[in-house]
């Protein structure tokens, strides 16, 4: 509870800051592609209504950029219209599969010849889950692109290898429990889900927040007892119809193709009930297609997009607080500390480059 209270903008902004550091710095290629790759995504950010003074910036005189880019539709373009495009112009069947349910389950012995990558999968995920907003997604591709450089076959990855798909869920399963932590501790939702779990408390007459485990502690255990029973529940499930769910890749591409197309046109479409936004996933699949062709690494760009906003309001917030004083971020301890590792993780690939460099000499 003590540490909860200690949270406050200045520490948003620095943790904020290291993630987006840390998805640049670990990505495959370039480290210089993947900042440029961060720089666009906190750009497309930026259109819109300002957060502090509420007036219109970047809209370029379009009613529908009033809201600015809609997460949901850059998403839908930039991963899935994107890669749907591509697989259009590709032939051939995908490879079979026939898995039977009890070949899914993961033996034994590769809990533990895994262990490492599963540690180190749920401490990410659950690190990226108590940053409110970010998601799953963002856990899951941090954790997928660590495994991939801390691998000794890193260009297996992308093929289906183990330590790719173990480390991708184990963190996007992690940032569940993870986005609970500042909802319970500090009453700030991790993640939509959230939004509507402090309101179904509100309407109890509970207020999340640090006294939460003083005055309800059975609320909290309550959470925590769910997701236990809700991960057996969904392990049981998965084990009785994964034979059908892989049975998915039988389906030919000219009919995948256009049929995951339509969903990806309503999906977006009934976010807003808004031809807009169809438009902007479009225009977000061509520029991933784009960005692929760059060799520019995809995540430093959405991960930027979705940590830009709140980048921004941590750090005016805490300017305003501060009447504009910026070297308050370096007298709290925790700020001071995350800016310090994520100044470090920034240096750290060219310090590594440079030695390469001098030791071909």
């Known amino acids: ?14 943790l904020v800051l290291v993630a987006l550091v840390l998805i640049a710095s670990m990505s ?6 993947a900042l440029i790759g961060a720089a666009l995504g906190m750009l497309l950010a930026l259109p819109g209504l300002d957060p502090v003074t ?7 005189g379009l ?8 997460m949901m539709a850059v998403l839908a373009g930039i991963f899935a219209v994107s890669q749907l495009l ?9 490879e ?40 799953g997604s963002v856990g899951s591709i941090v954790s997928y692109t660590t495994a991939r450089n801390l691998s000794k076959h890193p260009e297996k990855f992308g093929t289906g290898i183990d330590d790719g798909v ?30 509507i779990l402090i309101a179904a408390l509100t309407l109890h007459d509970l207020r999340p927040g640090p006294l939460l485990f003083q005055s309800n502690p059975e609320i909290v255990y309550g959470f925590m007892s769910a997701m236990f029973i809700a991960n057996v529940i969904m392990l049981l499930l998965m084990l009785a119809s994964i034979r059908w769910l892989a049975r998915i890749v039988d389906v030919p591409k000219a009919y995948l193709v256009p049929i995951l197309l339509l969903f990806c046109v309503l999906g977006t479409f009934a976010l807003n009930n808004r031809m807009f936004d169809v438009g902007v996933m479009f225009a977000f699949g061509l520029v991933g297609i784009l960005l692929r062709g760059l060799r520019i690494p995809i995540a430093p760009v959405v991960i930027g997009f979705i940590l830009t906003p709140i980048a921004e309001k941590s750090l005016r917030a805490a300017l305003i607080a501060e009447q ?18 994520a100044l470090l993780m920034l240096i750290l690939p060219f310090w590594q480059m440079w030695k390469r460099a001098f030791a071909t000499r």
Request: charged share 15%.
């Open 96 to 135: 079979r599969i026939r898995l039977q349910a009890k070949r899914a389950a993961l033996p034994l012995r590769d809990f533990f010849r895994h262990w490492g990558n599963l540690l180190r999968s749920s401490v990410i995920g659950t690190a990226i889950g108590i940053l409110p907003g970010i998601g």
């Open 63 to 70: 009613p529908g950029m009033v809201g600015g880019f809609n």
């Open 1 to 14: 509870m003590g540490l909860a209270l200690m949270i406050g903008p200045h520490e948003f902004f620095s």
């Open 28 to 33: 495959e290629g370039s480290t210089v592609k």
């Open 324 to 341: 504009g004083d910026w070297t308050t971020f370096l007298t709290r301890p925790i700020s001071a500390v995350m800016l310090a590792i």
């Open 166 to 195: 173990i480390a991708s869920e184990t963190a996007n399963n992690a940032t569940i429990g993870g986005a609970l932590i500042p909802m319970i501790t500090m009453g700030i939702p991790g993640s939509i889900i959230d939004v």
């Open 86 to 94: 591509l697989d259009a112009g590709t032939r051939g069947p995908a």
């Open 54 to 60: 509420g007036q219109l910036r970047l809209d370029f």
